[in-house]
């Protein structure tokens, strides 16, 4: 079945759009760092409005039969059921940890140039956190609420037509992304403008110059909340997949969603808090943190400059405005997606076509923004300088992206390879898919190295008095460029596991086979974005990193009260230090594919049981326990993520901490700074090359048993198809779990430093 298909429009309330222009009539009246801040919210309104639009339409939609609701409704409480103990967590661990950042900043030298007492820093630190916390909390919930929702709706619809289908799925993934960013950038845009209220009640008040700098609290709070959602997300939807398919395909030769799986309802939960979840808050972690980082280095440069108030607050005020853009031209590709007159073709193309288009509308913006708020008296050009930074890294992330997509569709040499060592075994299998992810770490490499040299010129290079903050500034442009479009990439993202489980719903539920048919190909397209997607994540990562470790040089240099701009890296203490950042990248990665191993070992065991004891369960005259499986990974989730986290946070502090005070009894106040920036450094590096080698021989090895699966080298049963099964999965917590979990850690370390300074400063620095 098939045909041109529209989602029933609701329309938005008459004088919404009269309302929302007046204010930003007004709002151009304003002093320069309130209009900013009023046109920000302004489109973050818009998003919330549009997401609410979306979400009127998907629910007005049908939920199918009653078979497919029985299988819908237990996967929704199986994610809503992670999510509640996995927040309980976080709520366990966040509070004292709060209390012990706000004790932080206590300790430290008091610096005149700071502006603000040792008491408050510390309670707006603290706020800061706890605020970005909830917010990235409450993205992850509205992520998995609505996927939820959409699955049964995409499996009902594609009973009618593949074309509709596409169209839920893709919108039902729009929806959680348009919200997720709109609450990101609505939350760094509300602490700012409380922060400058609050700070500007003293005596002295605060100049904007000084508030990022006490905001990244915020970062912190968001990398701290999307570590335990991808981490403990990732542990939970690998472990139910490796255990479902081990027993399932390879012992009992049942297809994949097969009801008579007692696993299965677990592998389905598990797209939800691993995929969406988790892939929504790495994404809103790194929009916050790109935000904050920007604002600190525009705030230096606009200092270093002379830059009169009104133009520092522009330079300030920048990241909020081109992602409150990104929100509007996300929105544009999403419409044009939902708007095409014959959907019914390769979904990839549909994709593609709205990608293009908010590329296109961000370009524009990305000119417009440039020019009014980056345009310096005096120095006519800069501007442009910056906005050619911010195609720079536009360009980076199509770059990435075509790289990874050449690593891991089967269209391309590497995974054939994979497929064709196959067939002589498991083996090479393994050895062939090693070799391919270890290679393709060169590309990427190189496209970010040249990406960060060219951005840092443009901007060294502009016209601005001071060269190296200029150069910073040019590579948080460039990173603001590669996210000027990270609502549309979070939308494709989120379609994929909406797309699975849409599939697992009209496989358990018995539906005809052009409806399988259906949600197969929404499924087949569905891998590809989350492999793309995985790609865009790493390289927005490792920019998003280097400017975090400028600003932790500018955070370093303004409250210990002295300059430090370089790091000598031929000294002992900082050799070390950045060993040990290395070691903590493999050592993490791991803890993370252990505890897939071992909750896995779980599923098998419980599956099993199963089915000796029940061996009706075969003859579909007994149905498997689903809710015990689902507990069980929940429950060794939970337990199994708690130390690798524990990993994360705990050693950047006990690292800085140790050579602080060796730097007090030897007479070097710097040591301790020294020895986190290269703490910091080795390990971004080596995380980088590090998640891209795991997303990628991830990927490969699961398109590998597909080029297989669809009749090459033996097709399904055959020596090579069980060998290229094995290569999947070793892959799965590779592209999965660990992966993706680097992608939060190496952002986490910039943030814990960044929020635990106070901690490294030496009392000799005043």
């Not at 920000?40 to 818009?46: A, D, I, V």
Request: proline share 4%; glycine share 10%.
């Amino acid at each position: 079945m098939s045909g041109s298909f529209k989602l029933p429009v609701y329309e938005i309330p008459p004088l919404t759009f009269p309302v929302l222009g007046v204010a930003f009539f007004f709002s151009l009246f304003l002093p320069t760092t309130l209009m900013l801040l009023t046109i920000t919210l302004l489109l973050t309104s818009c998003g919330f409005l549009y997401s609410h639009t979306l979400h009127l339409q998907i629910l007005s939609l049908d939920t199918g039969t009653q078979e497919m609701r029985a299988i819908s409704d237990p996967i929704k409480a199986g994610a809503e059921g992670f999510l509640n103990v996995q927040y309980k967590a976080v709520l366990t661990y966040a509070v004292p940890l709060g209390f012990f950042i706000f004790l932080s900043y206590l300790y430290r030298p008091v610096v005149d140039d700071v502006g603000v007492g040792r008491f408050t820093l510390g309670f707006v630190a603290m706020f800061c956190f706890y605020v970005g916390c909830f917010c990235s909390a409450l993205s992850g919930y509205t992520s998995m609420y609505v996927a939820s929702l959409t699955n049964i709706r995409v499996a009902s619809a594609a009973r009618r037509s593949y074309g509709e289908a596409l169209i839920v799925c893709f919108q039902g993934g729009a929806f959680s992304a348009v919200l997720n960013i709109s609450l990101c950038v609505t939350g760094v845009a509300v602490v700012f403008g409380v922060l400058m209220v609050l700070m500007g009640w003293g005596e002295k008040g605060l100049g904007v110059e000084k508030v990022p700098m006490l905001m990244v609290g915020y970062g912190f709070g968001a990398s701290f909340v999307a570590l335990f959602m991808q981490l403990g997300g990732g542990i939970y939807t690998k472990a139910a997949d490796v255990g479902a398919d081990l027993v399932g395909k390879i012992e009992k030769s049942i297809p994949e969603d097969d009801p008579r799986n007692p696993a299965v309802i677990a592998d389905l939960v598990g797209d939800m808090v691993g995929d969406c979840v988790g892939s929504s808050a790495d994404v809103f972690e790194s929009v916050a943190a790109e935000i904050i980082g920007a604002m600190i280095l525009g705030s230096t440069l606009a200092t270093t400059s002379n830059l009169p108030a009104h133009e520092t607050s522009k330079y300030i005020l920048f990241p909020l405005m081109i992602h409150g853009m990104d929100i509007i031209v996300s929105s544009a590709g999403i419409l044009y997606v939902g708007s095409l007159d014959n959907p019914n073709t390769d979904p990839m193309l549909q994709l593609q076509k709205g990608y293009k288009v908010a590329v296109g509308l961000s370009i524009i913006g990305l000119l417009i923004i440039t020019r009014w708020l980056l345009a310096v008296e005096g120095i006519p050009y800069v501007w442009f300088y910056y906005f050619l930074a911010g195609l720079t890294g536009m360009a980076c992330a199509y770059g990435i992206v075509l790289s990874t997509q050449y690593y891991t569709d089967y269209a391309y040499a590497p995974v054939k390879s994979i497929a064709e060592a196959s067939t002589t075994g498991h083996g090479t299998n393994i050895i062939t898919g090693v070799a391919v992810g270890m290679r393709s770490t060169f590309i990427p490499t190189i496209i970010i190295s040249i990406s960060v040299l060219v951005a840092y010129h443009l901007g060294k290079n502009s016209g601005l008095p001071d060269g190296r903050d200029a150069g910073l500034f040019g590579t948080a442009v460039a990173t603001m460029g590669m996210l000027s479009t990270a609502c549309y990439i979070l939308s494709m993202n989120n379609y994929g596991p909406i797309a699975d489980n849409a599939g697992g719903i009209a496989e358990m539920s018995m539906q005809p086979e052009h409806v399988r048919d259906a949600t197969d190909r929404l499924d087949a397209a569905g891998n590809v974005t989350k492999a793309v997607t995985k790609g865009y994540s790493i390289g927005s990562a490792a920019m998003a990193c280097f400017l975090l470790f400028g600003a932790f040089m500018d955070e370093f240099s303004t409250f210990a009260g002295v300059p430090f701009t370089s790091v000598d890296i031929a000294t002992p203490e900082v050799l070390v230090a950045g060993l040990i950042g290395s070691m903590i990248i493999f050592y993490f990665t791991g803890l993370s594919i252990a505890a897939v191993g071992k909750t896995a070992h779980k599923v098998v065991l419980e599956v099993r049981r199963q089915f000796a004891e029940n061996p009706d369960i075969m003859t579909y005259k007994a149905k498997p326990d689903y809710r015990t499986c689902v507990a069980l990974v929940t429950e060794a989730a939970l337990q199994e993520m708690k130390f690798p986290a524990l990993v994360c946070v705990g050693t950047p502090i006990v690292v800085g901490i140790i050579f602080r005070f060796i730097g007090d009894l030897t007479d070097r106040p710097l040591l301790g700074a020294e020895c986190l920036a290269s703490y910091l450094m080795f390990g971004t590096v080596t995380g980088i090359l590090m998640a891209t080698f795991l997303d990628i021989t991830g990927g490969a090895w699961d398109n590998a048993k597909k080029y297989v699966e669809l009749g090459n080298f033996g097709g399904k049963n055959s020596e090579a198809h069980k060998a290229s099964v094995t290569g999947d999965t070793v892959g799965d917590p590779f592209k999965d779990t660990a992966g993706p979990s680097l992608h939060v850690v190496i952002k986490l370390l910039s943030t814990t430093i960044l929020v635990l300074g106070p901690l490294f400063i030496s009392s000799q620095t005043k």
